[in-house]
């Protein structure tokens, strides 16, 4: 009884927004960003090909990098930290 009830009542939500759908224009036209340089429009057509990139930075493996990009050797008190999921963090 108390299902086929529930069921028939009208669902109200408990969210009231103000005001309507917010409608969407319809006639975008591409406009001229007050800091772009030389007064460039948005197009794809003057976007840079990825073949001038392609070939720029390619490295074999990160030892032949500067030793501030190289892995550094964990230790112990960071893998028992990653261990017990960052909570012993706030134990310490």
Not at 11 to 39: E, L, Q
Request: aromatic share 8%.
């Amino acid at each position: 009884m108390k299902a086929t009830l529930g069921a028939l009542t009208k669902y109200h939500p408990m969210i009231k927004f103000i005001g309507g759908p917010h409608p969407i224009p319809r006639n975008v036209t591409s406009t001229v960003h007050p800091c772009a340089p030389g007064n460039l429009l948005p197009s794809t057509a003057s976007a840079t090909p990825i073949n001038q990139y392609s070939n720029f930075g390619i490295f074999q493996s990160r030892n032949s990098l500067s030793k501030r990009f190289r892995y550094h050797q964990i230790d112990n008190l960071e893998i028992a930290d990653i261990d017990s999921g960052g909570a012993a963090i706030l134990i310490h």
